[in-house]
């Protein structure tokens, strides 16, 4: 099989050996339902799962009852948004959001602006880094914060953002879409004072079918899905819940993609993606008239557009030299629009990429724009 660069981990992390051995060995010789049995297997199954549980919780410094399993931060950044149109009168509220974010983080709130369920949407201000600028974070009731662009990869203040949110409306609900950012940066959730914390799994190793849904105030909030697992006790006219998590987790979960997370996180832990490796590869390219960074030089990942080419073109001519990437609006058409390009070229970085694969992409590059 031939050498193929990875330099896609923003897409998708590859999956440690450790990874994959765990849910090889869960599917051939533990799996059992969780939750629905009373043999030996079931009971580790459900003893697996509160493990993995807890030790989410202690990666983002968060208590057990707060860590919530869903699918991958889509499906959570969706559901929060169904939570708070369950339990909150929203007529009347507005939401603030901002042009870093990802289809994920916004678009749920457009729909129900769409609808005529929300009152307006504020988008908030960036300065002259694109960050947000937290000196005109909005008063409003809702505000989605995009840890980290998917494009330009630099990590926001979280924490001073909801700080000053707070002083602008005490009870604002804060959302904060993680997923870039937890791959780079140690998490505080209680530090953050977010309501809403969401990441995907596959974003730091583990499978694709699971995601962390953080909520700081479980016990204040209704659930959204309704099913097996969830209840406690169903009478004619009514149901008992069981209390957080269980209550927000209807139906039977995704066994094999949380069994291996556990282990992602400690890989992670042990080994995050070298960034210097982004810094060499940028020096490089700025020596490029015909290349147009887009991202600084400590940044997380390194997106371009190259002068005369395509994205698809470019990724394309990159693909079939075996280095895969990625190209296009990375599901972030406002930050594009934001930079005046259409589509850009991003270059992302894993624990399994060297120098080496670096200077191959770069002799590629050095072959195809002059």
């Known amino acids: ?219 204040k909030y209704s659930p959204d899905k309704f099913g097996g697992g969830m209840v406690m006790r169903v009478a004619d006219t009514g149901m008992i819940l069981n209390e957080s998590p269980e209550c927000f987790e209807a139906g039977t979960l995704p066994l094999t993609q949380i069994c291996g997370l556990g282990v992602a996180i400690d890989e992670l832990e042990k080994s995050r993606p070298d960034l210097d490796l982004i810094k060499y590869m940028y020096d490089e390219l700025d020596k490029n008239k015909r290349i147009k960074i887009l991202t600084v030089r400590d940044s997380a990942l390194l997106s371009f557009v190259v002068d005369g080419m395509h994205p698809l073109d470019f990724g394309a001519i990159m693909g079939a030299n075996d280095i895969c990437l990625r190209v296009g609006n990375m599901c972030a058409s406002w930050i594009h629009r934001v930079l005046g390009v259409d589509g850009s070229v991003r270059v992302s970085v894993g624990p399994w990429n060297t120098k080496s694969d670096a200077d191959k992409f770069l002799s590629v590059v050095n072959k195809i724009v002059k």
């Open 1 to 219: 099989m031939k050498k193929i660069v990875y330099f896609d981990a923003a897409a998708s992390f590859l999956k440690p050996e450790s990874v994959i051995l765990a849910g090889i060995d869960f599917l051939r010789n533990r799996y059992a339902n969780a939750g629905r049995g009373v043999c030996a297997r079931a009971g580790w199954v459900d003893d697996m799962v509160e493990r993995v549980r807890a030790r989410v919780a202690r990666f983002i410094n968060a208590a057990v009852n707060q860590v919530v399993f869903v699918s991958n931060a889509t499906d959570g950044l969706n559901r929060v948004a169904h939570i708070i149109e369950r339990n909150f009168d929203i007529a009347g509220f507005s939401v603030a959001v901002s042009d870093l974010d990802h289809h994920s983080a916004r678009l749920p709130w457009q729909e129900l602006l769409r609808l005529g369920k929300i009152r307006k949407e504020i988008v908030c201000d960036l300065d002259e880094n694109f960050d947000i600028k937290i000196d005109s974070v909005p008063k409003t009731d809702v505000l989605v914060i995009t840890a980290m662009s998917n494009v330009l990869g630099r990590a926001q203040d979280v924490e001073k953002i909801i700080s000053v949110a707070r002083k602008r409306n005490p009870d604002v609900i804060t959302i904060v879409d993680a997923t870039q950012y937890i791959v780079h940066k140690k998490i505080d959730v209680q530090s953050w004072g977010a309501d809403f914390v969401v990441a995907s799994g596959h974003k730091i190793g583990a499978d694709t079918g699971v995601g962390i849904l953080y909520i700081r105030n479980p016990d």
